[in-house]
């Protein structure tokens, strides 16, 4: 019996292949703004920023008689995006020469959740007064003599001044001699405290991460050493101890001033990841920024330096 042959002229069938989604000429959907943090923060390769105490704590009295520090000024404001967005550049800015920060205004606006609750609804009408309020913002920090500014290409850049705001140029602290400085976390950012914590929490929260592991911080004497009111200050400190930020012992003493004879003094300090412990200990080794929400998010899919130094 002769074999059978395959006819050498048949068609050969090909096998069925997927159809190609039509090209589309649509704009995908705009970053969430926490997107927009972790590129810009990524970007810095550390996990604290430097700022000097000189920012909440002036070396010398001023006309005032206090040692308020350009900290003060802002929270005089009761402008919080003032102080926010002081931060940001700072955090951007400081991370290399030449200590200067360039993007959109626009991806300000964003990052920094201006365009929140504005609007009504309208997407690119909030955008649009958000821009204008950022520009207000930026003008602010300038007459600060914290950031100065000037057009690169068709975008601003803003070039870090340092932190007393005598309007001298900035240098990265390394060393004892360029002036103590605290680091402020970057979970400032990621766990979104930045949005969620008043201004009197924020002022104060800086002026505890200046301390050392343990301080003593009467609200009464805050005025005199950095210029905010104490009534203020209480704020500040019971939000950040509700926050389980920041704790405290208490001890009482006699004081004949006091209606019921005894006061109580606070031995104040910081917790976790604020703490100065955990700050010196990490600041060499960066985790990659994550926001709270990209946290969140990893959490149900899964079953899922810095530089140091003295307060």
């Known amino acids: 019996m002769k074999k059978r042959q395959d006819n050498p002229g048949a068609a050969v069938k090909k096998p069925l292949q ?82 200067d920060a ?65 309007g001298s140029a900035y240098t990265r602290p390394k060393t004892e001699s360029h002036g103590t400085w605290f680091q402020l976390p970057l979970s400032y950012w990621r766990d979104d405290h930045y949005l969620t914590m008043s201004l009197p929490a924020k002022a104060m929260l800086l002026i505890c991460l200046s301390l050392d592991h343990t301080f003593k911080l009467p609200a009464e004497r805050v005025p005199q050493w950095y210029g905010i009111s104490a009534s203020t200050a209480k704020r500040g400190l019971s939000e950040l101890v509700k926050a ?10 006699v004081d004949p001033k006091s209606a019921i004879g005894l006061r109580e003094q606070r031995m104040y300090s910081l917790m976790g990841e604020w703490s100065l412990k ?26 899922a330096s810095n530089d140091s130094g003295t307060p």
């Open 18 to 99: 997927a159809e190609r989604p039509a090209p589309t000429t649509e704009r995908p959907a705009l970053p969430a703004r926490e997107e927009f943090l972790q590129a810009m923060l990524d970007g810095t390769t550390r996990s604290y920023v430097p700022i000097r105490t000189r920012f909440v704590q002036s070396k010398t009295e001023g006309e005032d008689g206090t040692l308020a520090g350009p900290l003060a000024r802002i929270v005089r404001s009761r402008t919080a995006s003032y102080l926010d967005a002081f931060l940001l550049i700072h955090a951007l800015a400081s991370s290399s020469d030449p200590y």
């Open 102 to 166: 360039t993007y959109p205004a626009q991806t300000w606006v964003r990052a920094l959740g201006l365009d929140i609750n504005v609007g009504a609804g309208d997407e690119q009408g909030s955008i649009e007064i958000a821009k204008s309020t950022w520009s207000k913002i930026v003008r602010r920090l300038v007459e600060l003599h914290l950031v100065d500014r000037k057009r690169k290409d068709n975008m601003m850049s803003y070039i870090l001044l340092d932190e007393s705001g005598d």
């Open 244 to 253: 389980k930020i920041l704790t405290y012992e208490s001890d009482w003493v």
């Open 278 to 303: 955990s700050r010196k200990k990490h600041s060499k080794r960066p985790p990659k920024f994550t926001s709270a929400a990209a946290k969140t998010k990893n959490t149900a899919t899964a079953t």
